[in-house]
């Protein structure tokens, strides 16, 4: 396992990495997001589009220009908020310790907070060189129903945060949709009359 030292990066600029399909994106990550600004060290937070989860079908997924320009219209006016396409240039599928590393190299003056719902956290030695992620990135983890959380005591810097949990999900909004459902409030309020 590397062992990197983890910098209290006094300076740099604290930014949330919250990346996901978002397919679409919902209240439910608005929500979470906000919370995490305001209520954690966070200066920011980066809503990264992922143009394919290494571990997801591609098939059902909406264009990744669509799902990114969803975000931006979602997450406008308020400061602490990014949307990034910054996978998008990367080689597919984007394997987020490619991501992390890419991202330090790029904006040096940021310390990078990996965020992380329970549910992943559960699966976290299935994903590319897990043990590089879980010992050199700070890592909110927030809760989801369902998935206890433990973290081994030799990961200091990797936090179950006290978020409260709004248990909405994409592929709901989507199934609804396709059911004829008018499922209008759960979307933010920007993007609700967009076709998707
Ligand atoms: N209700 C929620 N509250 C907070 N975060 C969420 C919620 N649902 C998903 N997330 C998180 O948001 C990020 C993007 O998730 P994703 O796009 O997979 O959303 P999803 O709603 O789980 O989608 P799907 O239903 O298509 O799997 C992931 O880190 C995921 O853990
Ligand atoms: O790097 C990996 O091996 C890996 C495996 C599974 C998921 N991920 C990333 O986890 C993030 C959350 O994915 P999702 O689709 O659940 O929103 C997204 O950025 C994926 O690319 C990354």
Redesign the pocket.
Known sequence: METKLIQDATGKRKTGI??????PV?I??LA?ANWLCEFTELDELWFLITPHNPLKAKGELMDDRLRYELVKKSIAGYPKFQASDFEFSLPQPTYTIHTLRALEKNYPDREFYF???A??WKYITRWVEYESIVSNYPIFI?PRKGFDVEIPAQYPHIKLVDAPL??????FIRQAYEAGKDVRFFLPEAIRNLPF
């Open positions: 919250y990346s996901g399909s978002f397919n919902h439910g990550h979470l965020i992380m719902g549910d992943n927030y709004i248990e909405i999900s994409s592929s």
